[in-house]
């Protein structure tokens, strides 16, 4: 799987020292005037210098400005194409907004951010924590806000393929079982940007006990993902409200199912078994219907 140029831009900006954001900012509010811009055009529309620039396109890890503008044009044709895009690209929700266009919005910036989380995941990352789930004695995940409800999502799918998980959402009870953990327990939190002091605590907890830490998060460049082994990079983008009814929970439950599924066919048809062992055990609790 490869990332799309814009995708990787907005997962690197956060990261990025304070002249390359705005160059950043400046490209993904407008790829295509910003593709056909000449590198001075562009540094002088940044309010910055076209050393700038070139440092910004190594940090994306292209070639030279040529390669920036070639993929910005690109990037600018996809976006005309896609028959979505006047949903607005950034998922924004204006005031006036009908509530017709809120759903499509809405949908639309889900989607996305299934597609592009898929995307640009590192697989062999995946394979990693697919390794550390599997060989752990327990895993203990962690999150807040709205990143708990895919923290619990994933114990919830350890649990059915056999593995001891448990979920912390009070940082008193995560710290508590952060300390207890071995080498070779796995530490795995879900947090969309990365900067929660608790998060932090939690994973550097877990490392100090030997275990093995793990971060789900949009900011590959933050405080958690620097104290995680293993790091899965969500794409998603903020919109007006950054309610826990955003695209960002999409992004990490579509990374939380890839972890279970790739699990589970490991071990196909024990799975499928145990699977069938539990559909049966909840069948009689369904109301039949008349």
């Known amino acids: 799987m490869t990332d799309d140029l814009l995708t990787r831009i ?9 002249a390359e954001r705005t160059i950043a900012d400046l490209v993904l509010r407008d790829p295509g005037a910003a593709a056909e811009c000449t590198i001075t055009a562009l540094a002088k529309a940044a309010d910055t210098s076209e050393t700038t620039v070139h440092r910004f396109c190594r940090s994306l890890d292209l070639r030279g400005y040529a390669q ?31 509530l017709e266009q809120l759903v499509g919005k809405v949908g639309y910036a889900d989607a996305r951010a299934a597609e592009e989380t898929a995307g640009q995941l590192d697989l062999t990352a995946l394979a990693a924590l697919a390794d550390a789930v599997g060989s752990a004695r327990r895993t203990e995940l ?3 806000g709205s990143s708990a409800l895919a923290a619990q999502d994933a114990a919830q799918k350890l649990l059915r393929l056999g593995y001891w998980a448990t979920v912390g959402t009070d940082v ?8 207890l953990l071995r080498p070779g327990d796995l530490a795995l939190t879900v947090t969309h940007s990365g900067r929660a002091r608790e998060v932090v605590d939690f994973l550097r907890q877990a490392r100090e006990s030997g275990a093995v830490t793990a971060a789900v998060t949009s900011n590959p ?9 293993i790091v899965l990079v969500t794409a998603a983008r903020e919109t007006t409200f950054r309610s826990g009814g955003t695209a960002s ?22 799975t499928v078994e145990d699977l069938e062992r539990a559909h ?6 369904s109301l039949r219907p008349r």
């Open 221 to 229: 460049a933050s405080p958690a993902a620097g104290l995680a082994d």
């Open 172 to 179: 008193h009870a995560a710290l508590t079982s952060a300390a």
């Open 142 to 144: 962690f999150g807040l």
């Open 280 to 285: 049966e055990a909840v069948r009689s609790r």
């Open 68 to 98: 920036l503008r070639l993929g910005l044009a690109a990037e600018a044709e996809r976006l005309r194409a896609d028959s979505r895009a006047d949903l607005a690209i950034g998922g924004e929700i204006g005031p006036d907004d009908t």
């Open 249 to 270: 929970r999409i992004a990490q439950l579509t990374v939380v199912d890839c972890l279970y599924l790739a699990l589970a066919q490991r071990s196909y048809q024990q």
């Open 10 to 18: 907005r997962i690197r900006r956060d990261g990025l020292p304070p």
